[in-house]
């Protein structure tokens, strides 16, 4: 079965400051595709990055970067120097190529102070 | 290009009364998908949909829930009666297919009193 898990709860930090949104999965199959999702306040999913099991290559998009290893099966995604505007809730979810449906995590609830 | 469209935005029903929701995915689009988000929850999925064929709704409350795509493109997911336990948001994604990234609409909000 596959699950993903979000550890943090909420994090809070001061502008400018980097912040590291932590996902561990779990899953059995050998083919399956990570995302993160950004949920702000007006509610509406909003897709950032697609992954699959075999590419672990980090990626890095302007002030955001993910870290893929499946040796800890972590996800883990990075804002560098943050922003007001990147307060909202970020899901990380799991695919597995079989199963072919989204399973979320409990998602981070990440505010940003000025 | 439009987003997935979603109607309405909010709801408020009686205990008991029944509901509906409409979903207008991204053009082109042959996956669709039902997802119920609870506060402070991630979604989960009700049903999914390859053009009109339900594929997964091992989810879905039969007894109360409902949905179809008539025509492979829109779609209405239904709930009759409503209990309390229904409020919720309830988004409808898209996807090209099973393996893309699924786009969201703004969801329905539903407030069952």
């Known amino acids: 079965a596959q699950k993903v898990t979000q550890a943090q709860t909420e994090i809070s930090v001061v502008e400018k400051e980097d912040v590291t949104l932590d996902c561990v999965y779990e899953t059995r199959d050998t083919t399956y595709y990570l995302f993160w999702y950004k949920q702000p306040p007006s509610g509406e999913l909003v897709f950032l990055i697609r992954?699959?099991?075999?590419?672990?290559q980090n990626e890095i998009s302007g002030r955001y970067s993910w870290n893929f290893q499946k040796s800890t099966s972590s996800f883990n995604f990075t804002i560098t120097a943050s922003q007001v505007v990147d307060s909202a809730v970020y899901f990380c979810?799991?695919?597995?190529?079989?199963?072919?449906?989204?399973?979320f995590g409990q998602g981070t609830r990440l505010t940003i102070n000025p | 290009e439009a987003g997935v469209v979603q109607s309405p935005r909010y709801k408020i029903i009686e205990k008991k009364q029944p509901v509906a929701f409409w979903c207008n995915p991204i053009?082109?689009?042959?996956?669709l998908y039902w997802y119920l988000q609870n506060l402070g929850q991630g979604p989960e999925l009700l049903i999914r949909y390859e053009n009109e064929e339900a594929v997964d709704d091992s989810q879905l409350p039969k007894d109360r829930f409902s949905a179809e795509r008539l025509k492979g493109v829109d779609s209405t997911l239904k709930i009759q009666p409503a209990e309390l336990g229904d409020s919720a948001v309830y988004l409808c994604a898209s996807s090209l297919n099973s393996f893309n990234e699924q786009f969201f609409g703004p969801g329905t909000r539903l407030t069952v009193l």
């Open positions: 053009s082109g689009h042959n996956t």
């Open positions: 992954r699959n099991s075999f590419d672990e």
């Open positions: 979810a799991l695919s597995e190529k079989g199963a072919q449906k989204l399973v």
